[in-house]
Nanobody, 123 residues
Framework: QVQLVESGGGLVQAGGSLRLSCVVS????????VGWFRQAPGKERRLVAA????????RYADSVKGRFTISKDDSKSTAYLQMNSLEPGDTAVYYC????????????????WGLGTLVTVSS
């Protein structure tokens, strides 16, 4: 059974940094493309960043380009989202997702999801 567990969320001041981690168990991470999505109160869940299973492609929401970096370490079965220059608008629950197909992943229809980790950015 594939499980995704996020960690690293918390409260941070505007301009600060956080690194989210997503540990994948039950299947080798190298078979999965990974995405980070976020959902703010009263809003739809949206793609933040995605990385192809081979690490050859990445995609970012316009709002986080230049500030966030997605990566994955298959040897550690862990994906990361490094978030710098955080803004109050980044406040949301962040979800890790995984799917064997990159296009399916980025469409929001990934098969596997974590339970989320809350990021709160104070002004």
């Amino acid at each position: 059974q594939v499980q995704l567990v996020e960690s690293g969320g918390g409260l941070v001041q505007a301009g600060g940094s956080l690194r989210l981690s997503c540990v994948v168990s039950g299947h080798t991470l190298s078979d999965f493309s990974v995405g980070w999505f976020r959902q703010a109160p009263g809003k739809e869940r949206r793609l933040v960043a995605a990385i192809h299973r081979r690490g050859t492609m990445t995609r970012y929401a316009d709002s986080v380009k230049g500030r966030f970096t997605i990566s994955k370490d298959d040897s550690k079965s862990t994906a990361y989202l490094q978030m710098n220059s955080l803004e109050p608008g980044d406040t949301a629950v962040y979800y890790c997702s995984a799917h064997s197909d990159y296009v399916t992943l980025t469409s929001g229809s990934a098969r596997y999801w974590g339970l989320g980790t809350l990021v709160t950015v104070s002004s």
